[in-house]
């Protein structure tokens, strides 16, 4: 049980989980004031980086995913990916990270 637990899949499942919270804070202080997101890269910059660019999620830019695709995943989560509701991120915000990252090479390789 104990090298389960040591595993670092569960390690980084475990880390999402708790950064949860801390993700939602930086999302909402993304908004405008006014609750209004400032665009794609502004969504993916404050929420989505915070895993996919440390290798806590996989690399989801560069992949050519499909928008459609993406805000499934959002929406619903998928396996350590937490669902992010309307109340979080509204459909056309979500719409534009969505397009923003199906459109987004990926990052150069650190050498």
Known sequence: MSSLLNSSAV??????CLALPLIVLAGNAAADGDGVWKGGENVYAKVCGHCHEKQVGPQITGRQLPAQYITAIVRNGFRAMPAFPAS????????????????????????
């Open 88 to 111: 979080f991120i509204d459909d056309n915000s979500l719409q534009q990270v969505a397009e923003y990252i199906s459109k987004t090479p990926a990052p150069a390789a650190k050498p």
């Open 11 to 16: 390690k980084r499942t475990l880390s999402a």
